[in-house]
């Protein structure tokens, strides 16, 4: 079992930064890829970024692509996500997944293990 727990979210204006943690404990090594995942209001689940637990490949939405930086700090076992000039598109239920088995990082049905999410609110 892998247990995740989000933190960070909130009310922010357009163009403005947040920076979201996700704090990972039980059977971590048994973790390939760490994702984020996102929900809008009336819409399904999307991914947004993920990064591999032991060697730090990233792989990007392209809708974030630029904006968004998602980090691992193994050490703290926690990962983050950066998000930079955000727009009101980009409000939503954000998600930390984990993926306990190989796969590509952008699938969602990788990712066994959830968060209970953290709301992020983007006024224009």
């Known amino acids: 079992q892998v247990q995740l727990v989000e933190s960070g979210g909130g009310l922010v204006q357009a163009g403005g930064s947040l920076r979201l943690s996700c704090a990972v404990s039980?059977?971590?090594?048994?973790?390939?890829?760490m994702g984020w995942l996102r929900r809008a209001p009336g819409k399904e689940r999307e991914f947004v970024a993920a990064?591999?637990?032991?060697?730090?490949?990233?792989y990007y939405a392209d809708s974030v692509k630029g904006r968004f930086t998602i980090s691992r700090d193994n050490a703290k076992n926690t990962v983050y996500l950066q998000m930079n000039s955000l727009k009101p598109e980009d409000t939503a239920v954000y998600y930390c997944?984990?993926?306990?088995?190989?796969?590509?990082?952008?699938?969602?049905?990788?990712?066994?293990?959830w968060g209970q999410g953290t709301q992020v609110t983007v006024s224009s």
């Open positions: 990064i591999s637990w032991s060697g730090g490949s990233t």
């Open positions: 997944a984990a993926a306990v088995a190989y796969g590509s990082m952008w699938d969602l049905k990788n990712y066994e293990y």
């Open positions: 039980g059977r971590t090594f048994s973790i390939y890829n």
